[in-house]
């Protein structure tokens, strides 16, 4: 998929620029508010959820945990580097229900109603990211109708 828009292409950057460290301890409350802010939500097995703007998995991760063995969890985001990270800790947790792809938020390539739950893990409601993640785009892909 080509991403051409400007702050999308800044983003990848930064965020490819970021992933060597992405993991460090003095970053690891991406994962400890990912997983906390999981064992919040109502998530079952069997169900299909998007985590959008995933980066390595802090929320995704834990969701797939949730809703194995028959749920699955497509996590998207902008960074290629990002992702391999974390496709490889899901592999390495011998998780097999989590895909870990490149998307742009603001096209994802998914019709209406594939998936149950869309998270947004961390994304913060001040950030420009937050404005164009809107609860539209959330609705329109997490029907609330599918059971
Ligand atoms: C505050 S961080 C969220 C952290 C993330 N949930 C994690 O666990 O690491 C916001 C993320 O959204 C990503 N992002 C921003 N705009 C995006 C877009 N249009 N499509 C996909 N991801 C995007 C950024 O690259 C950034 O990694």
Redesign the pocket.
């Not at 959008?52 to 929320?59: F, Q």
């Not at 998307?103 to 603001?106: G, V």
């Not at 893990?121 to 913060?124: A, C, Q, T, Y």
């Given at each position: 998929m080509a991403i051409s828009s400007r702050p999308?292409v800044e983003?990848e950057k930064?965020?490819n620029a970021a992933a060597d460290h992405?993991d460090h301890p003095a970053v690891s409350f991406?994962d400890r508010y990912?997983r906390r802010t999981v064992d919040r939500l109502p998530l079952s097995a069997s169900m299909a959820v998007l985590d959008?703007?995933?980066?390595?998995?802090?929320?995704a991760i834990p969701a797939a945990e949730r809703v194995a063995p028959t749920g699955h969890v497509i996590a998207?985001?902008?960074?290629e580097k990002?992702l391999d990270k974390g496709s490889r800790r899901a592999t390495e947790q011998g998780l097999t229900n989590i895909e870990f792809r490149r998307?742009?938020?603001?096209s994802l390539p998914f019709p209406d109603r594939t998936f149950r739950k869309a998270l947004r893990?961390?994304?913060?409601p001040s950030?420009q990211?937050a404005g164009?993640l809107s609860t539209d785009i959330a609705n329109s892909i997490a029907s609330k109708r599918r059971p």
């Open positions: 999308q983003l930064t965020y992405y991406w990912g959008v703007c995933c980066g390595m998995g802090a929320s998207v985001h902008l960074a990002l998307a742009d938020l603001e893990g961390l994304v913060l950030s990211i164009r």
